[in-house]
Nanobody, 125 residues
Framework: VQLQASGGGLVQAGGSLRLSCVGS????????IGWFRQAPGKEREFVAA????????NYEDSVKGRFTISRDNAENTVYLQMNSLKPEDTATYYC???????????????????WGQGTQVTVSS
């Protein structure tokens, strides 16, 4: 599976961005697709994930109510709609995917085999 992330940019606090993660090589059927982010000097952290078959989302607490993860079956794409952005959301965002990710491992980056290149999100205050 090859993943291509896009949609990052510079936005003012309170603004919105939509990130896209397009999968190629095979469909996302039976995969969990996740978004992680990493700020300079910090560890990579979980943001959100979706189970492709069921559409069940999972969010990190700090983004609940502001971010929405969704999927487009026809386009083999996962989106991360980010609203009410804050300066602390500034990071490089990565999409990732793997099959057989159990719920308790969803937030563990080591559980995912496939990673896209990052897309930079910068939120100014």
């Amino acid at each position: 599976v090859q993943l291509q992330a896009s949609g990052g940019g510079l936005v003012q606090a309170g603004g919105s961005l939509r990130l896209s993660c397009v999968g190629s090589g095979r469909t996302f059927t039976s995969y969990t697709i996740g978004w992680f982010r990493q700020a300079p000097g910090k560890e990579r952290e979980f943001v959100a994930a979706v189970r492709w078959n069921s559409g069940t989302p999972n969010y990190e607490d700090s983004v609940k109510g502001r971010f929405t993860i969704s999927r487009d079956n026809a386009e083999n794409t996962v989106y991360l709609q980010m609203n009410s952005l804050k300066p602390e959301d500034t990071a490089t965002y990565y999409c990732t995917a793997d099959r057989g990710v159990i719920l308790s491992s969803t937030r563990d980056p080591s559980r995912y085999a496939y990673w896209g290149q990052g897309t930079q999100v910068t939120v100014s205050s």
